[in-house]
């Protein structure tokens, strides 16, 4: 269906508060990743020759993203002691730790509700070997595309999310919003398809203890 001619979705606010909840949720996962990460030592090459400056910004960026403090993240501080991660994501692009910036910038513009901004960033991240940061990745981006109005793309990236990750932590979290903008869109077969893959494959989940509420709102709407 071209995009003309696509009937607009509307999101109750109620719906629209959990999805930005959940995307939290995703977002705080992979800061915590990404700290454990530095903490062990040569996660995404941050010593490598070129972006050595800017992988030192890292550890201040995610000492920001801990406080919620966005603008400082995208910014840098009026100190210096937090470098601007467009700065560094711009000018160190191709060095491990630029790449890693410009995944924080388009986190940071996703809270901020900077929703283009953010698009452009998260589309140019490459997680490269890191399934986990990369999946989460792909989830955030998802929910950008649904926040942007481009619903269909937004659910497909997140089902693709939980099919590459394959785990209980992502898995799960991707397939709810997925099943939700499906909902949406009134495809109610397909939200039923996502909601049900959590029940059976994720039955581990926290998220599967309240999954059945899901399934039985589909159903009851056929």
Do not use: H, W
């Not at 607009?8 to 959940?22: D, F, G, I, L």
């Not at 996962?29 to 990460?37: N, P, R």
């Not at 410009?102 to 509700?113: F, T």
């Not at 693709?160 to 495809?187: F, R």
């Amino acid at each position: 269906m071209s995009k003309s001619t696509q009937k607009p979705v509307q999101v109750s606010p109620e719906e629209e508060a959990k999805r930005k909840k959940t995307q939290k949720n995703i977002i705080t996962y992979i800061a915590v990743v990404l700290v454990l990460g530095m903490c062990i030592g040569g996660f995404f090459g941050y010593r490598d020759a070129q972006g050595g400056k800017a992988s030192k910004a890292m550890f201040a960026a995610e000492e920001q993203f801990e406080n919620d403090r966005f603008d400082v993240v995208v910014k840098g501080d009026s100190t210096g002691k937090s470098m601007s991660m467009v700065a560094v994501a711009d000018k160190y692009g191709s060095t491990e730790a630029g790449n890693l910036a410009k995944l924080y910038v388009g986190l940071a513009y996703a809270q901020q509700g900077k929703l283009e901004e953010a698009k452009k960033y998260l589309e140019k991240f490459d997680a490269q070997d890191d399934e986990m940061v990369s999946n989460m990745a792909k989830a955030a981006l998802g929910n950008v595309y649904v926040s942007l109005g481009d619903k269909e793309k937004g659910a497909k990236t997140l089902e693709k999310a939980a099919k590459d990750a394959d785990n209980v932590v992502v898995s799960p979290l991707a397939l709810i919003q997925a099943g939700e903008v499906y909902e949406a869109l009134g495809n109610k077969e397909k939200a039923l398809e996502v909601y049900t893959l959590v029940k059976t494959k994720y039955a581990n989940s926290p998220q599967s203890s309240e999954i059945d509420k899901y399934i039985e709102r589909v159903n009851a709407s056929k």
